[in-house]
């Protein structure tokens, strides 16, 4: 009974469906169980109507004119138990994750779809969707097998996913996922990484700038040096000012320095002749003044 149990448990099954305002369905609650289940009925009974129902929510395009008349909207729900199959559970919350989407509350899956005139909404798990996730979930849940129908059986992910169930390795896949997808997060920071280089152009201005600055011979406190000779440059026409305005004054005025300092200089030698000791005194002091 145990084994029988467990078997059952890991049954994945459309454990409810509701559907209100869609077609002929004014409003209908169905719960499966988890054996088989059949629906039977006449022409026109409305059993399409809950197949349609059920494709709408694995991301089947909407055709408004499925509103039931004279509702403003039509609204599809069901629950999906997915048992305790990991492989499974970790696929589908891998999905959810990845839009943003709270994982399966205890191997639970809510989804929910809304049509309106306007518009329609999707939701998984009670948050907002795209269609496109509805689509990727129902790609992993649900086949419905009929006429021209697309089964999942023939996509290569679903036959490597039997044969892994087969050979009983559901840990060892799990574990290679973990694996894989530590390899694709260190793929990414790489490609994040070359993205953030300097681009090929940006390599050659660097390496021209280096190239300058080494033909350049710079030596250390080079700038007081530099700062210097750029402010004599800078400069170069107020120091001529100033230097010929001292010219100017020694040699071409009327009281010339460079004038009245010879005349004194005569006086000078004129004492040293008279007293040789105070006028040769006189002479040295002014001469060195003059040196100066």
Known sequence: MDRRNNKLAAIIMLATLNIDNLALIESLEINFSRRTNVVTGETGAGKSIIIGAVQLLLGQRADRSLVRAGADSCRISAVIELGNNITLLGEVNERLEHAGVTPCDEGQLIIARTIAAKGGKCFVNSAPVTLQLLADLGAVLVDVHGPYDHQSLLRPRKQLQVLDAFAGLAAQQQVCAERFEAVQHIDNQIADADADGPTPDKVEIL??????????????????????????????????????????????????????????????????????????????????????
């Open 207 to 292: 390496k021209f700038q280096i190239n300058e600055i080494r033909s350049a011979n710079l030596e250390p406190d080079e700038d007081e040096t530099l700062t210097s000779r750029h402010a004599r440059s800078a400069n170069s026409k107020h120091i001529l000012e100033i230097l010929e305005a001292a010219r100017h004054c020694m040699t071409d005025s009327d009281n010339a320095v460079a004038d009245q300092l010879a005349g004194l200089l005569r006086q000078m030698h004129e004492l040293e002749s008279i007293d040789a000791t105070a006028g040769g005194t006189f002479v040295e002091l002014l001469e060195q003044i003059v040196a100066d």
